[in-house]
């Protein structure tokens, strides 16, 4: 393979990508209008639906708007030798190999940040605030960004300098010992992001003696379901949207509780979601979906060092020696085919955790408060009710709130 038809590769992968999401996106777009079913059309007042289909609409605009410009941006970068650029920069800045490497990633991660913060600004000041889903201020926002900045570069610089020291002392053989680093790494955050990350962004407060502490503790009781850390966090000071979720192990394990969920939830609903939640971690969904991660995260290291010390890839980019940075940038987009395949996948697999931890929930405690919460969040957030199947297949996480409510009925 020359270093030409490497080029047009990634060419041609980056524009099936594009048209692929494009495509969905309009296939999406053309069931806004659709009829809703039966279970669903009481869900909203005329109004309400209105303003439901005009923030989809005005979603999918921006969406589209927004990924002409990325491919656009990615292919006059890519003809113009932009890579070549930025890596002739990091040589000039540093003569370390690792030095190099990291300087030539933090360039692009901080330019891709650039051009995709006027994005997140205008989604977050226009859009979510037009339709009353935006409580965040200017002040708050920089702020995330620029701790997010932080969190990324520091943890990530970590990471990524390891990976190249263990490169630059074994060379292809590299993935293993980046595979158990990453694994490790996975299994930390996965146990302290509540304890180390969150409160950077958010308050914790334990949840307070009374009714909602008093039926979650004996839910989780009749469960055999060790719960002592119950917490609310701050949402409300971002965003309406309501969430709940599930972090850590053993001792560490805690349930967080977001306080606009509370707000707009009663009791029993908020313990039905709760027992949705206790559904995953009893039906080792947590541990399973880590796994899953881990194996699909080995499985590209694996591939990639194959590639690595390939002159053709770095070539590709008008570079003319190898190196990790330049190979892993052309690797991204080479995989994107697999990475496509590995997400329908996993996306699959995250939906069926869904309808097991719902059956869960029915089962142990109310499917009819499971499905009156569903609803009620639904409503509060405008989601989209008329799906694309296709839509669905390749980027739910979840099923549609109509499959949901299908299951939960035919199960009560």
């Not at 992968?13 to 009829?35: G, H």
């Not at 990924?67 to 890579?83: H, P, Q, R, Y």
């Not at 958010?202 to 979650?216: A, M, V």
């Not at 190196?323 to 395949?341: D, E, K, N, T």
Request: aromatic share 16%; net charge neutral; charged share 20%.
């Amino acid at each position: 393979m020359t270093s030409e038809f490497i080029f047009y590769l990634i060419v041609g992968v980056l524009v099936f990508n594009f048209i692929l999401e494009t495509s969905l996106d309009c296939l999406n777009a053309s069931r806004f209008d659709a009829q809703l079913s039966e279970g669903l059309r009481n869900l909203y007042d005329k109004e309400d639906y209105l303003k439901s289909q005009a923030y989809k609409k005005e979603k999918f605009k921006f969406g589209t708007l927004q990924s002409i410009l990325s491919i656009t941006l990615i292919l006059v970068f890519l003809s113009f030798e932009g890579f070549g650029f930025v890596n002739e920069i990091a040589h000039r800045l540093f003569d370390n190999p690792t030095l190099v490497s990291l300087s030539f990633l933090f360039i692009l991660f901080l330019g891709g940040e650039l051009i995709s913060a006027p994005f997140d600004y205008y989604f977050t000041f226009r859009i979510e605030e037009r339709y009353g889903f935006n409580t965040s201020t200017q002040r708050l926002f920089w702020l995330d960004k620029l701790k997010s900045l932080f969190i990324a570069l520091a943890l990530g610089g970590i990471i990524l300098g390891l990976i190249l020291i263990i490169y630059s002392a074994v060379g292809s053989d590299f993935w293993w010992y980046a595979w158990i680093l990453i694994a490790l790494f996975s299994f930390f955050m996965n146990m302290f992001y509540a304890k180390l990350i969150v409160p950077l962004f958010n308050k914790q407060t334990p949840l307070e003696e009374g009714e909602l502490r008093s039926q979650i503790q004996d839910y989780a009781s009749s469960m055999n379901f060790n719960l002592k850390n119950i917490f609310v966090i701050d949402g409300s000071k971002r965003s309406q949207k309501a969430n709940a979720y599930f972090s850590g192990f053993g001792n560490e394990k805690r349930i967080t509780l977001f306080d606009t969920l509370i707000k707009d939830l009663d009791i029993k609903e908020i313990v039905a979601v709760l027992a949705h939640e206790v559904g995953h971690y009893k039906k080792h969904h947590i541990i399973l979906n880590l796994f899953v991660s881990l194996i699909s995260t080995g499985f590209m290291l694996w591939i990639f060092s194959f590639f690595i010390e390939e002159p053709v890839l770095s070539q590709a980019l008008g570079i003319e020696l190898p190196s990790f940075h330049v190979g892993l940038v052309v690797f991204s987009f080479l995989y994107a085919p697999i990475s496509l395949v590995t997400g329908l996948l996993t996306n699959y697999l995250s939906r069926v955790f869904e309808f097991q931890a719902d059956d869960f929930a029915g089962s142990t405690y109310s499917g009819d408060h499971l499905s009156s919460a569903l609803r009620k969040l639904s409503k509060k957030s405008l989601s989209n009710l008329t799906p694309h199947p296709a839509y669905v297949f390749f980027h739910f996480s979840h099923p549609s709130l109509k499959e949901r409510l299908r299951n939960l009925k035919n199960k009560s």
